[in-house]
């Protein structure tokens, strides 16, 4: 038989027809010989198990097959069988399938869910010959709503630096959605490392971008602007208890002052090594391989200005104890002088030059001299040979390791004698620990809103942690958005 180009047509429609249909759904209007159409079934939420995050639905079926299922906030569009079937909701908080045996009762649950909100589960049927029912059945219910939100984090993060403090944003992350409080005061001060404050003002009405999982008017995270800091500056935020609540008016505690702050940069080695100029408690380790003797020593070190403006010289400690496993006085090596790396988020490190501090006296065999060598735990393979310890300004730390010996140090154990550990605690007061020198406050930061501490332009007086933790600010100014 001939076949002409409208018989074709007709033939290849027909069977684009048969293998475009959805075989999964019934009412495609092809069935084959043998159908089992999808059953009822019936969902119910468990109310026993509502709380704030989750809830559990109970699926019920009357044939075998498969369930399916999806969770959405019950604002959002119905989807269709085939979406749920193939698990391709967008914005679905939870969803899989189950397999039914066509009378017991199947549990799911609908999780990491936001307190006080409503939200529908929706459902299919899956016959054993794979079809899937056209109507979709849904059930809703709205989380109860007994946890107050919390703050999980900031950007950027707490104390961490080296931030741009030109139009700054803070960027705070809630466990559920939020918003802030319109007239609510968050306090902005501003400190140069540890002088000030320079700067006080409270914000109430910030620019605020909503972002993470956002509901209406509520967000998981609020990014805040409006406002800038200043080179070098602490920038320092604190407000009080409910300024951020939820869609049932639940607010998150407040911050104290200092709970949270950034710098808008790191320090450079200069700032570092001045810093760290001050009274020290440390306690020496002496940890000795040839013989094993291990002594310790503990005292006052104070640390001076190196010949550098990156250096420090660790000065005034005692007797080294060399003399318990080596019969020598080693009194001529009671200063260190070291390179201060530069700072990053509170920390770095320190350097000493290859080999220093010669000592005149014969200790070795062979005549070789003896060192002090830069030592540190890792540099067995060492990345950086003249490593010799850390700092730390948050910690108020000082951890240095040198080692003794001839100018091989470790690599040659016959003319390794041991090393000595160094721990140092910084004395609170004695120097200029977490404040560099004063700074002059005036206008020279243009575009700043600032507050000259005594009317003049004179350098400020210094002062202590302690101090500033004490203070009473004498002048807080309401304003609605920041001067540019």
């Known amino acids: 038989m001939k076949l002409t180009i409208k018989n ?32 009822s079934f019936t969902l119910d939420v468990v109310p026993a198990s509502v709380v704030d995050n989750e809830f559990d639905v109970q699926y019920t079926p009357s044939a075998a097959g498969k369930g399916h299922y999806v969770v959405l906030p019950a604002s959002a569009s119905a989807p269709s069988s085939t979406q749920v079937y193939n698990q391709s909701v967008s914005g679905s ?41 056209e109507g979709v059945s849904s059930v809703s219910f709205t989380t109860t709503n007994t946890l107050a939100p919390s703050i999980i984090g900031f950007g950027p993060g707490h104390q961490t630096g080296g931030h741009d403090f030109n139009d700054q944003s803070i960027t705070i992350a809630f466990n559920e959605p939020v918003k802030y409080v319109a007239g609510s005061p968050l306090n902005f001060t501003l400190w140069v490392n540890g002088i000030g404050p320079v700067d006080q003002f409270v914000l109430t009405d910030p620019a605020i971008t909503k972002g993470g999982t956002v509901i209406g008017d509520y967000a998981t995270q609020l990014t805040i ?62 940890s000795a391989f040839n013989p094993a003797v291990v002594s310790s020593t503990t005292g006052t070190w104070s640390v001076t200005q190196g010949s550098s403006p990156t250096t420090i010289i660790l000065s005034n400690q005692l007797d080294h104890d060399i003399n318990a496993f080596l019969g020598t006085d080693d009194s001529a090596t009671k200063e260190f002088e070291v390179t201060v790396g530069a700072d990053s988020n509170g920390s770095g490190r320190l350097y000493m030059g290859p080999h220093e501090a010669n000592i005149s006296v014969q200790l070795f065999a062979d005549g070789a001299v003896p060192y002090w060598t830069p030592y540190y ?108």
């Not at 074709?8 to 089992?36: H, R, W």
């Not at 208890?241 to 949270?260: A, E, H, K, Q, R």
């Not at 160094?422 to 809103?449: E, Q, T, W």
């Open 8 to 39: 074709i047509t007709v033939l290849l429609a027909f069977v684009s027809l048969i293998f475009s249909c959805d075989t999964n759904n019934e009412e495609t209007g092809y069935l084959p010989a043998s159908y089992e159409s999808p059953k």
């Open 225 to 286: 602007s409006g406002f800038d800091g200043l080179p070098g500056a602490f920038t320092i935020l604190d407000f009080a208890d409910n300024v951020f609540t939820d869609i049932s008016d639940l607010g998150t505690s407040g911050i104290p002052l200092f709970g949270y702050y950034f710098l808008a940069r790191n320090r450079t080695q200069e700032e570092a090594a001045a810093l760290l100029i001050g009274d020290w408690d440390f306690t020496i380790t002496n």
């Open 93 to 133: 908080l939870a969803g899989g399938s189950f397999e039914v045996d066509g009378s017991t009762p199947v549990t799911f649950k609908a999780e990491n869910l936001f307190g006080g909100y409503e939200y529908t589960a929706y459902a299919i049927h899956e016959s054993n010959d794979n079809f899937i029912s």
């Open 377 to 484: 735990e890792d540099v067995v393979s060492p990345t950086d040979p003249n490593l010799v310890g850390l700092y730390d300004f948050n910690a108020k730390t000082i951890h240095f390791r040198v080692d003794f010996g001839d100018y091989l140090g470790f690599n040659n154990f016959n003319n390794y004698f041991g090393d000595i550990a160094y721990d140092y605690s910084y004395i609170d007061g004695s120097g200029a620990l977490g404040r560099p020198a004063p700074i002059v406050v005036n206008n020279n930061y243009p575009g700043k809103i600032l507050t000259v501490i005594d009317g003049s332009d004179k350098p400020q007086d210094t002062m202590t942690m302690d101090d500033l933790m004490k203070i009473d600010p004498k002048e807080i100014r309401n304003i609605n958005s920041v001067l540019k």
